[in-house]
């Protein structure tokens, strides 16, 4: 291999000396010049590598500390030049890279910190790696727990501990349902990281389940109540015919009242029947075949004068008061009627005789505000949360006893919400009930 011009120039001035001293006849004195020439050259020859050395070894220092800034700007051609063209590029690549790397790591945490479920990942010795809010809220811990602890340390419940080193040893999925955790239920899974070959570690995902087991928990209570209400009716039915058989149908007296109870019985089986259909069809949202704007001045009047004679049989006053003129809303004109009616029939229901029944409305900002207020029973304050629920009465005795089917309220609230309204209840006992039903009014 040919040796650099630069390893070879220290030697040509001591050449040079040895010559110009044979000729002039002094050699040992050219040579001495010569070498002193030589050496002064080496030195500089020297000084200059070495400082271009120092600067390599600057900037490989600064790119190995995670500094791309700092670019080789004085390095001659060569290989020390070639050296650095190298390792300048590196370093933009290394940027470049480091850039990209950072960029997927923020778009992967603002993906993981905008997820409902929640979501911990940790190594193989079961050392938190990473995890997002919504896993420090399902799994109870401190949201600004920092990385790096243990998950033992920081997850209180022994069976999420037991899965993810169930999961790492054996290398499958672990499925497992949680709660209650501070009322909440989850669904929790396990998959050990990476999917394939060796686990690293494991990922632990957790999925709020409370309103899946709350829906499950209401169908299951459904079911129960809709065959106990049509067990009833179908007992006492059952029971008449067979005294009727028996004999009775030919008492002139007990013929006719047991004719009557049955009558009673098939009656409300059929209400009930009826409003399962209709609650059926609001939560599929089949039951609004039309839309048409709705005058509810007219409605309320409507309804009053259908009710009028049910509070009169009690000795009740119903009043109508209509606050200004209302506007229109958009709806369904048959349900947003059946729905105040429910209301006026449940505030004649219990509100003793002599009472009194108000029905109201107003318009307020966007919005057309009817309330129903009596003076009835009232409603105990444990009870009014549930008081829109399926089948769910205050007291159940004296509502079968009326004929209700316990599903007058909850039609309420669904043609309301169907209509993109709401209804609350303000109620004390022994003094009365408001239901407030706010509609989106139409503006234009």
């Known amino acids: 291999m040919t040796r650099p011009l630069a390893a ?47 600067e390599l070894a600057r900037a490989a220092q600064s790119i190995s500390s995670g500094d791309f800034s700092p670019r080789i700007r004085h390095i001659d051609r060569g290989e020390s030049g070639e050296l650095a063209s190298a390792m300048d590029e590196m370093a933009a690549r290394l940027e470049a890279k480091l850039d990209e790397a950072g960029r997927s790591r923020e778009e992967l945490r603002a993906l993981l910190s905008g997820m409902g479920e929640g979501v911990i990942a940790t190594d193989r010795g079961q050392k938190i790696l990473f995890y997002n809010q919504a896993a420090a809220a399902l799994l109870d811990f401190e949201a600004d727990t920092p990385p790096g602890r243990m998950l033992w340390e920081v997850v209180r419940d022994n069976e999420v501990v037991r899965a993810a080193k169930g999961a790492f ?67 006492m039915i059952k029971g008449f015919v067979e005294t009727l058989r028996d004999g009775a149908l030919a008492d002139a007296v007990k013929g006719p009242e047991f004719l009557g109870t049955i009558e009673k019985h098939v009656d409300q089986l059929t209400n009930l029947v009826s409003d399962l259909l209709e609650l059926s069809r609001l939560e599929s949202r089949e039951g609004l075949p039309r839309r048409a704007r709705v005058e509810m001045a007219a409605t309320l009047t409507r309804v009053v004068e259908f009710m009028k004679p049910a509070a009169e049989k009690k000795r009740q006053t119903l009043e109508l008061s209509l606050n200004g003129s209302l506007p229109g809303v958009a709806g369904d004109p048959d349900y947003l009627e059946r729905a105040v009616s429910n209301l006026v029939d449940n505030a004649i229901k219990y509100t003793p005789e002599g009472g009194r029944i108000h029905l109201s409305a107003k318009s307020h900002e966007d919005d057309v505000v009817i309330e129903v207020t009596d003076t009835g029973i009232g409603i105990p304050p444990e009870d009014v949360p549930r008081v829109f629920e399926r089948f769910y009465r205050v007291d159940k005795s004296r509502s079968r006893e009326m004929g209700g089917t316990g599903l007058g309220l909850s039609i309420v609230k669904h043609v309301v919400q169907v209509h993109g309204g709401t209804v609350e209840v303000e109620s004390a006992v022994g003094k009365g009930s408001t239901f407030r039903v706010r509609l989106p009014a139409i503006t234009s």
Do not use: M
């Open 8 to 54: 070879l120039s220290p030697l040509v001035p001591a050449a040079l000396g040895a010559v110009i001293g044979i000729a002039s006849g002094h050699p040992l004195l050219g040579l001495l010049l010569g070498l002193a020439a030589a050496c002064g050259l080496a030195l500089v020859l020297a000084r200059r590598t070495a400082s271009q050395l120092r």
């Open 169 to 235: 040893e054996s290398g499958a999925r672990r499925t497992f349902q949680l709660g209650p955790v501070r009322n909440r239920h989850l669904d929790v899974s396990v998959y050990p990281w990476p999917s394939s070959g060796r686990a690293e570690g494991v990922v632990i995902v957790a999925h709020d389940a409370t309103e899946s087991v709350r829906y499950q928990e209401l169908r299951k209570e459904f079911v129960a109540n809709v065959s106990h209400e049509l067990r009833t009716p179908l007992t």
